[in-house]
């Protein structure tokens, strides 16, 4: 599997390349928003680690004009351990984030198990639930579901991070990025139980005083 590393700290460099090839990986880096479009220009690859902050622009920018329209798959890297950069970086359309400093066996295993999600297909399955990620289609019992706009990015944001919580801060600041509307807390537990309903299942489970997670195993 080719990757792209868009980084430029040499020792992070050089552990990576170290570790993915060590693990199988063809791992490619460039260190600059303009080296990586020219890059992007002649190559595909199947994963990008992108930086947010870069020496001539941010990895924000570069995933929204260049890598979004090309549909790779993107998992952010950020010195900011703030809810801000992660809740931007998933709301336009990561994969998902692993802030600095990081385990480099963590940032593998996350890699490993985006590359294989887009490896088998796109489908997250939860119990009798299908959410289509590419069609953004949720299904159950192979029948569609009707969720308004809104809805379906707030249960696309939960199975984004199945397995780990989505706070209640992020939902709020989600829907603000989306809408333009500042909602309240009340407001989300109508959002989550209209979609609750919709779905006809206990998939959405509530972490009290913290917000809301879906496990891969239903439970």
């Not at 952010?76 to 359309?93: S, Y």
């Amino acid at each position: 599997m080719r990757i792209l590393l868009v980084e430029d700290n040499e020792t992070i460099i050089k552990g990576l390349e170290y570790a993915f090839l060590e693990n199988g990986y063809e791992l490619y880096v460039e260190k600059t928003v303009k080296q990586a479009k020219n890059f992007l220009e002649k190559e595909n690859v199947d994963l990008i680690i992108l930086d947010i902050l870069l020496p001539d622009g941010n990895g924000f920018s570069l995933y929204q004009n260049t890598i979004h329209q090309k549909n790779i798959p993107t998992l952010f890297l950020t010195a900011k351990d703030e809810e801000e950069n992660i809740v931007k970086g998933l709301t336009i359309g990561a994969e998902d984030y692993v802030t600095k400093p990081f385990s480099v066996k963590e940032l593998l295993a996350r890699s490993s198990k985006i590359l294989s999600r887009r490896r088998n297909d796109s489908e997250i399955k939860v119990k009798d639930i299908i959410f289509d990620i590419e069609k953004m289609v949720v299904y159950k019992n192979h029948q569609p579901i009707d969720f308004t706009s809104l809805e379906l990015k707030l249960l696309h944001l939960l199975f984004l991070n199945i397995g780990r919580v989505v706070s209640r801060n992020m939902i709020l600041d989600s829907i603000w990025q989306w809408t333009g509307n500042e909602v309240d807390d009340h407001t989300i537990t109508v959002y989550l139980k209209r979609i609750r309903e919709k779905l006809g299942s206990n998939i959405v489970i509530t972490v009290k005083g913290i917000g809301y997670r879906i496990d891969r195993d239903g439970k």
